[in-house]
């Protein structure tokens, strides 16, 4: 994701599945959020930590993924990610993660780890603790495809092996979570 390439041949090192979602096998235009992040229309996270650091009550601190050109273009990879939002208050960055859609099963625990390790780049920049993360998509959903493994996971109680630890956060496995959530809505709020 820093490195701002939506180069098939390089995310798919790391998973080999986005190779579906490649419209033309060289690229893949809305999986890389990168690249829409830091190089298609200039470096949103830079501009994103000047802003801040010129007016720490703004409003503004929006970095866009999803794009109206979006919506005419024929294509198997739409953004999933809509919008990452920054808010400062009582000395504490915050974030707004806005999903248009995610799997709970294969992507969440991905998305959730790159989008907080920005609000940890932001906060390192602008010497502040990171605060809360609103995390809200509205189609959290898992595929029929998925759900003997989810289940397995569910069953095996691996809430006490697969936590995930970062910047101070801990969120217990995700299948606990979505097991006591309306799924086809989600929104959960990490506090700090």
């Known amino acids: 994701m820093l490195r701002g390439s939506n180069s098939l041949s390089e995310i798919e090192y790391y998973d080999k599945n986005v190779a579906f979602f490649s419209d033309d096998g060289k690229e893949v235009p809305g999986s ?5 992040m830091f190089t298609k229309n200039g470096n949103q996270l830079d501009q994103i930590i000047r802003r801040l650091q010129a007016d720490n009550s703004s409003r503004r601190c929006i970095i866009s993924i999803y794009d109206s050109f979006d919506n005419f273009r024929e294509s ?14 009582e000395n504490r960055l915050h974030l707004t993660i806005q999903m248009r859609s995610n799997n709970a099963f294969r992507l969440f625990l991905y998305n959730f780890f790159e989008l907080s390790f920005i609000q940890g780049i932001v ?7 990171p605060g809360n993360i609103f ?17 397995l996971y569910l069953n095996h109680n691996v809430n006490q092996n697969m936590s995930v630890l970062f910047q101070s956060y801990v969120l217990m496995d995700i299948f606990i979570l979505l097991k006591n959530c309306k799924i086809s809505n989600f929104l959960f709020v990490l506090k700090a």
Do not use: T, W
């Not at 890389?32 to 829409?36: E, Q």
């Not at 198997?76 to 808010?87: K, N, Q, S, T, V």
């Not at 995390?135 to 289940?151: C, F």
């Open 135 to 151: 995390y809200n998509a509205l189609s959290m959903h898992l595929y029929l495809d998925d759900k003997e493994q989810a289940e």
């Open 76 to 89: 198997r990879d739409i953004p999933c990610l809509l919008f990452l939002a920054f808010h400062l208050r």
């Open 32 to 36: 890389s959020f990168g690249h829409r």
């Open 123 to 129: 906060s390192f920049e602008l010497g502040i603790e």
